[in-house]
């Protein structure tokens, strides 16, 4: 029979579980039987159990000496590749491991491998250091300067706004873009004018025909909107005179300038008040909703015109609309805003407390119900305009 004690000693092992110390990445295992810095695991670290794998950065310098006499990576027509600083290089770490991990062929060089030698680009050129730069040289191992301009140096482009100025003026004068019914776009400024960049070419870039003209086009000559209207630069905005450059400022107000309709916020006090003695949305067995705050109401924003925007049949009350009149929950129950909630009394406007802490408070959620779409209805508990309508009321009735 096996003693007691024995199987003491097996339940105290059961719940400890062996192994070692897992190095991160860019380090390996030290080499021997390192030890942690105390007697529990959380004295182990990298530190303390590990080293770093060396990787290309480690052996740059002596590498890149090396190279200068036709050695290292030069060895083999390649060279010591410093895009590949950060490649770890595998054990044992000798010559073959490093060649293998940091040299690359020289016919596969780019324009960045021969930039700290051979400079920057000539005044007007841009340098392109992902473009291929393999050496030119009878050796296979270098680049000439000329050859490394030709596919290293772009030349830069002149863009539209080089032109803006004088091409401008000369508009003003007939020339330039407007001799060919056409206007010189500022919205083009940063379109690269292709070589020579003569006249032909600026125009291919720079023009844009008058009947293709938007509103933006036309504000700095007609300036803003009349008071109560709206500017839309992206509106279509063609001449509208005889030859087919100018726009009258009345066609640039009727397409550029649209009218700011009012919202449903700037009916709120008065149609509040309405509310309140049974007008209004009220009469229509509706409410003043205030999560239309921001409805824009149609011309000529009447009667009608309020109601279609602004008012919410009773029927469709949320608990929201309720909140400020009818409080908070009870102790234990949360508030769920979004909840429908009509009203249960005969005149079809008011909901009593009992039945709004029945549709509108709810249980916590259990945790094992959590989901990550779930968002409180707590925000969402924005008082509607009945609410208003019943604390003004009752403000009036004192």
């Known amino acids: 029979m096996a003693h007691p004690f024995c199987c003491l000693a097996v339940l105290a092992l059961a719940g400890v579980v062996s192994g070692a110390y897992n190095c991160p990445s860019g380090w390996k295992g030290q080499s021997g039987t390192p030890q942690c810095a105390g007697a529990v695991a959380s004295t182990c670290s990298k530190t303390t159990c590990c080293e770093a794998v060396p990787t290309c950065t480690t052996f740059a310098v002596a590498w890149a000496l090396t190279q200068l006499v036709g050695a290292g990576c030069a060895a083999d027509t390649k060279f010591f590749d410093m895009h ?17 991990a940091c040299c690359t062929p020289f016919a596969q060089a780019k324009c960045s491998d021969w930039s700290v030698v051979l400079g920057s680009c000539p005044s007007g050129h841009a340098f392109v250091g992902t473009n291929s730069a393999p ?33 401008v003026i000369s508009q003003g004068l007939g020339a330039g873009c407007a001799a060919d019914t056409k206007f010189f776009d500022m ?5 690269e004018v292709a070589d020579p960049a003569g006249t032909a070419q600026v125009k291919a870039a720079c023009c844009t025909p008058f009947a293709q003209a938007k509103c933006s086009d036309w504000s700095a000559v007609w300036g803003v909107c009349p008071s109560g209207h709206s500017f839309v630069g992206t509106n279509s905005a063609p001449p509208d005179n005889g030859d087919g450059k100018t726009l009258s400022k009345v066609k640039y107000q009727q397409m550029c300038c649209i009218k700011q309709l009012k919202k449903c916020s700037s009916f709120a006090v008065a ?11 009220a009469a229509d067995t509706k409410f003043f909703d205030m999560k239309k705050a921001t409805t824009e109401v149609a011309d000529p924003a009447g009667t009608t015109e309020v109601k279609a925007a602004c008012c919410t049949p009773f029927a469709q009350a949320q608990c929201s609309d309720w909140a400020a009149v009818l409080g908070a929950c009870p102790s234990g129950k949360f508030f769920s ?62």
């Open 84 to 100: 590949k600083a950060t490649n770890e290089v595998a054990d044992p770490a000798g010559d073959a491991q490093v060649k293998a």
């Open 271 to 281: 149609w509040v008040i309405s509310q309140g003695l049974g007008a209004g949305c």
């Open 135 to 167: 050496p030119d040289n009878g050796d296979g191992k270098t680049l000439s300067k000329a050859k490394y301009q030709t596919m290293c140096c772009v030349k830069q482009l002149k863009k539209c706004s080089s032109f803006t100025v004088a091409w």
């Open 187 to 191: 919205k083009k400024a940063t379109t």
């Open 337 to 398: 805003g979004t909840n429908s909630a009509p009203p249960d009394n005969s005149d079809g406007k008011t909901l009593s407390k009992a039945k709004y802490q029945q549709m509108c408070c709810v249980n916590p959620m259990k945790c094992a119900d959590y989901t990550m779409t779930q968002t409180s209805s707590v925000s969402q508990a924005t008082a509607s305009m009945v609410t208003s309508v019943l604390a003004i009321t009752a403000v009036m009735v004192a």
